[in-house]
């Protein structure tokens, strides 16, 4: 069974950075394509960001470069360092996993941006 378990959110000042972290289990985790999602409290889920188990990564418009997906094969793990976070980041953070037409996600972290 495949698990996706994210750890790493928080509280943090505009401006401020936090890095997210995500493991996944029970699967071959270098075949997976792996990627970020959110969803703020009026807000449908929408991608941050992804990286393809080839290694190919892509951003939301939003990001605007700020923010960084890094994949460690060898951990199992898929990181999003965050840098200078705005208030309208603040939102649960969902990790995701993708292989041949089936998503898991994990439980979710939440990200909140204020003074």
């Known amino acids: 069974q495949v698990q996706v378990v994210e750890s790493g959110g928080g509280l943090v000042h505009p401006g401020g950075s936090l890095t997210l972290s995500c493991v996944l289990s029970g699967g071959t985790f270098d075949r997976y394509d792996m990627g970020w999602y959110r969803q703020g409290p009026a807000n449908k889920r929408e991608l941050v960001a992804r990286v393809i188990s080839g290694g190919s990564s892509q951003y939301a418009d939003f990001v605007e470069g700020r923010f960084t997906i890094s994949r460690d094969n060898a951990k199992n793990t898929v990181i999003l360092q965050m840098n200078s976070l705005k208030p309208e980041d603040t939102a649960v953070y969902y990790c995701?996993?993708?292989?041949?037409?089936?998503?898991?996600w994990g439980q979710g972290t939440q990200v909140t941006v204020s003074s």
């Open positions: 995701n996993a993708y292989k041949r037409g089936t998503n898991y």
